[in-house]
């Protein structure tokens, strides 16, 4: 269904002759937007979701005439200011976002910080929910529209040093997460582990830096360094643990 929004969404675009968008995509969807469109060199399109290194983001499909400008994504940043001893989570925006009926391809990343919070907002539903919402979790909140200001970390990371047999998945796997190379490949083969947000079932995949991995029940994972090899014929490795 996914394949035939993103092939809807080129078709609009060369049939009409401007920009059209779809989204927000997670990023598994995103891993389906790239290889639907990677081989296809005619098409200009761009994934944004209102700032640099976004989570969820739209696709923009642009015409031949038209470089893929960030300006023209339909996105609105939207800022809700609160007490700073209070404590709102993410949970609690985007239940009450999705509680005013509004779908989830319509609300991107949610940055939570002290004494307030940014999310970025499909523009056609950004003056609804702006008009419905006075509280999050209990709490009043002001609403600043259009927000420019400093934005909230969008995550922090526990750092991770090991070193690893071989860039192997299922040696990768037992360094993230500090079990055998047997439990390892266990996880791997029942479907427990995505690599770049897709399932795999191999043991013998090649990680390589950059890669984010999931291990269900244990989090994700980015992997930033495999190598070089130490004095005893291992590989140094880096990597990172969202949090």
């Known amino acids: 269904m ?19 968008f779809l989204g927000f995509l997670d990023e598994g969807e995103q891993a389906t937007v790239l290889r639907t469109l990677q081989n296809r060199p005619y098409v200009k399109w761009r994934l944004y979701g209102g700032y640099k290194d976004a989570e969820r983001c739209f696709l923009g499909v642009f015409p031949s005439y038209m470089e893929p400008d960030t300006a023209l994504f339909p996105i609105e940043t939207v800022a809700f200011f609160y007490r700073k ?24 990343d949610i940055l939570c910080g002290e004494g307030y919070t940014v999310a970025f907002l499909k523009e056609d539903v950004t003056t609804y929910l702006c008009e419905q919402i006075d509280k999050i979790g209990g709490e009043g909140v002001r609403i600043v529209r259009d927000y ?6 969008a995550h922090t990371f526990v750092p991770l040093r090991d070193t690893v047999s071989s860039p192997r998945l299922d040696a990768v796997v037992k360094a993230l997460i500090r079990c055998s190379r047997e439990q390892a490949s266990v996880l791997i083969r029942t479907e427990s582990v995505s690599v770049n947000h897709r399932v795999a079932t191999s043991v013998s995949i090649t990680v390589k830096p950059d890669t984010v991995l ?9 992997v930033d360094e495999i190598g070089p090899e130490t004095k005893k014929g291992r590989l140094h490795f880096a990597a990172r643990k969202y949090v």
């Open 148 to 153: 420019a200001g400093e934005l909230p970390l």
């Open 214 to 222: 999931s291990v269900r029940g244990h989090g994700r994972f980015i």
């Open 85 to 108: 001893e209070r404590s709102l989570s993410h949970r609690d925006f985007l239940g009450t976002f999705m509680s005013q009926g509004v779908r989830r391809e319509a609300i991107g």
């Open 2 to 20: 996914l394949v035939s929004r993103i092939e809807d969404t080129v078709d609009l675009c060369d049939k009409r002759g401007y920009a059209h």
